[in-house]
């Protein structure tokens, strides 16, 4: 199995294959400002699974400093803005790539697999039912 994604304007494109490893919702302060929403929906994908298709000269980064003390490296499109994926000094062999951008309806995970950070979950949401609730990031 394939899934593709791409940003809004579709100068980046990219690919993983196989299902997500993990597929996780993440309230923490530093998703809500990536996204300018109050949270982020992700999968999580092996980095021998994910492969940039196109667009890597519209490729941008930030990076930020985790609780960890370790980078989280930020990917996003330089024309349009869209927030893409992020690569975690803490989990070197995963891309956690932003549901939104996956194309063709793949945005629509079906179930959630963990809420991470949900001590920053702001107050007027629930928790997802059956999703492991961790106060952090453990892994």
């Not at 492969?51 to 490296?73: A, F, M």
């Not at 893409?84 to 989990?91: D, G, K, P, Q, S």
Request: aromatic content about 10%; overall charge neutral.
């Amino acid at each position: 199995m394939t899934t593709k994604g791409s940003c809004m304007c579709g100068s980046v494109k990219y690919e993983f294959t196989g299902g997500p490893a993990v597929k996780a919702i993440c309230h923490c302060t530093d998703c809500q400002k990536w996204s300018g929403g109050v949270y982020t929906t992700n999968v999580g994908v092996p980095r021998t699974s994910f492969t940039l298709l196109s667009g890597k000269n519209h490729l941008k980064t930030y990076d930020g400093t985790g609780d960890s003390g370790k980078i989280n490296k930020h990917y996003f499109c330089s024309n349009c803005g869209s927030s893409l994926y992020t690569e975690l000094e803490v989990v070197p062999t995963m891309v956690f790539i932003k549901a939104g951008g996956l194309d063709g309806g793949k945005a629509d995970l079906g179930s959630v697999d963990v809420e991470l950070y949900v001590k920053d979950r702001v107050g007027f949401l629930d928790a997802v039912p059956g999703a492991k609730q961790d106060p952090k990031m453990e892994y």
